[in-house]
């Protein structure tokens, strides 16, 4: 079946690295997402990376995609106060048309 | 250019009374969806529409009702209410785009049903 884990929650002192995780089941998505869900906001696409990728650098986000295991992880470098939120996981199924499933979102707290 | 629109932000019901959540965008998107999102459980797909004219149920229909009114507007309507349906709505579409499969969400808006 689908499905998408990521861990719940993850605290991370101000400065250092944060490493997100998330594994999937379905080896025939096409893209993977991370959104970020700020407090009373909708979901942002944060950033996402192509099924034939093993990595993806944008400013201080790194993607690291493991494709024969199904493991995406999201570093997030010098993590800042303004980075605390939760981080949602996504796969697109292709054969799906159009449907995209979600992980149960990571919160990330910033220890000072 | 205002991306993905909901209305309303808030709405508290009573059981049995029935509403209509407006979702609507202007970046000429064909598909169009709309989520629940619930403690602990993540986004659950509700309906979702690929294009105009069409509709689809996702992983979580019971108990609701779509239109796809035009290429721009999804709406959602909840015909009678329960409180297991008091959760965060948000509305995304996908379609045009460097990934085409892109997602971008409304503001979402929370319901709360006595």
């Known amino acids: ?112 | 250019n205002a991306g993905v629109t909901q209305t309303p932000k808030f709405q508290v019901l009573k059981t049995g009374q029935s509403m209509t959540l407006q979702c609507a965008q202007d970046m000429n998107h064909n598909s169009m969806y709309w989520y629940r999102q619930d403690p602990g459980m993540g986004l659950r797909l509700i309906y979702y529409s690929a294009s105009e004219g069409t509709t689809d149920k996702g992983e979580v229909p019971n108990g609701y009702n779509v239109s796809r009114l035009n290429k721009r507007e999804f709406s959602l309507r909840l015909e009678s209410a329960a409180p297991s349906q008091t959760s965060v709505y948000f509305c995304a579409s996908s379609g045009v785009g460097q990934a085409s499969y892109e997602q971008y969400f409304g503001p979402g808006t929370r319901l709360t049903v006595t």
């Open chain 1, 1 to 112: 079946g689908e499905d998408v884990e990521q861990s719940l929650f993850l605290s991370v002192r101000e400065g250092d690295s944060s490493v997100i995780n998330c594994t999937y089941t379905d080896s025939s998505s096409t893209y993977l997402y991370w959104y970020k869900q700020e407090p009373g906001a909708g979901l942002q696409l944060l950033t996402y990376i192509f099924s034939n990728m093993d990595m993806k650098q944008d400013q201080r986000l790194t993607v690291l995609l493991n494709k024969k295991d199904k493991h995406l992880s999201l570093r997030i470098a010098d993590t800042q106060t303004g980075d605390s939120a939760i981080y949602f996981c996504a796969e697109d199924l292709m054969n799906r048309d159009d449907k995209i499933i979600f992980g149960k979102g990571t919160r990330l707290h910033i220890l000072p």
